[in-house]
């Protein structure tokens, strides 16, 4: 049985004292919880502190974008041999904010998936149409399309070592989340066409729900048969309600 992961997005948030009584209190939160995985990927500076408070806890962390090169002349860019350095196992690749924003293409996220690959990180590989796609019925060409990019670059196998994200642009940071009948039918979609390559690793591989979880949302989502967890923004700020959300994705794994 796969196991369930929340996944918190702090994007571009967070201060020193801040984070850490967030991330003491997190870890009391969640210590119990022996059933499903929990990851905080916090903005570049803050990673050496997350490393410091969350070490020998079940939380781990993680970063939320990365160049794909190495020791070159790159102003600003970050290696996954430098958060691989600060101990992080994971990173979030192909984020709507980035391909938005910051020109991210299908091809630089697939390059950027390679690259965490090869240094050992898990790349948690977002994908997710806009409200006009959806309306214009393209979610499965958008988000195959996304998929794709990494499946025909590189093969399925690649996906055994990677999380997947379902984050659709309308339910991201708007408080319209996806009812779980329209995510499930997305992960669903997700989890077949991998499958067209390999069942196994279908199987196998978590599809996060990211979009305006919450604790209220949160269990009736991860009940869902291939939803197997949560890539949460603005709700894990916010340690009660984060730790709600991961105790609801560790009840539905007692349950199951
Ligand atoms: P919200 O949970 O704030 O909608 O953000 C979702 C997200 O983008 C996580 O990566």
């Known amino acids: 049985m796969r196991r369930k992961l929340v996944v918190g997005n702090w994007k571009m948030n967070g201060r020193i004292a801040q984070n850490q009584a967030l991330l003491e209190a997190l870890k009391v939160g969640v210590k119990d919880l022996k059933h499903a995985d929990f990851v905080v990927c916090v903005p570049y500076p803050y990673i050496a502190q997350a490393q410091s408070l969350l070490q020998g806890s079940n939380v781990a962390w993680g970063a939320q974008n990365l160049c794909a090169n190495e020791n070159v002349a790159l102003t600003g860019a970050v290696s996954a041999y430098m958060l691989t350095d600060y101990g992080c196992r994971y990173v979030i ?3 709507s904010e980035r391909r938005i924003q910051f ?4 091809d630089t996220a697939a390059t950027r998936f390679d690259a965490a690959e090869k240094a050992g990180l898990t790349p948690i590989f977002c994908m997710g ?3 006009d796609e959806r309306e214009s019925d393209w979610t499965e ?4 399309r996304q998929l794709d990019s990494i499946i025909r670059r590189f093969g399925a196998a690649v996906l055994s070592k990677a999380v997947l994200a379902y984050e659709p642009l309308w339910a991201v940071g708007t408080d319209i989340p996806a009812t779980p009948e329209q995510a499930q039918k997305v992960h669903a979609f997700i989890r077949n066409r991998v499958a067209r390559c390999d069942a196994n690793i279908a199987k196998n591989v978590q599809i996060l729900y990211g979009g305006s979880l919450n604790p209220s949302n949160a269990a009736a989502l991860f009940a ?4 197997d967890g949560g890539l949460v ?16 994705a560790n009840q539905e794994c007692v349950t199951a």
């Not at 020109?103 to 299908?106: A, F, G, L, P, R």
């Not at 060409?141 to 195959?144: D, E, I, P, S």
């Not at 923004?233 to 609801?248: D, M, P, Q, T």
Request: aromatic share 6%; glycine share 8%; with cysteine.
């Open 93 to 95: 690749v192909g984020h």
């Open 141 to 144: 060409y958008v988000v195959g």
């Open 224 to 227: 869902m048969p291939d939803i």
């Open 233 to 248: 923004g603005r709700s894990s700020l916010e340690v009660n309600s984060f730790v709600e959300i991961c105790k609801a």
């Open 129 to 131: 149409e806009s409200a």
């Open 103 to 106: 020109h991210e293409t299908d």
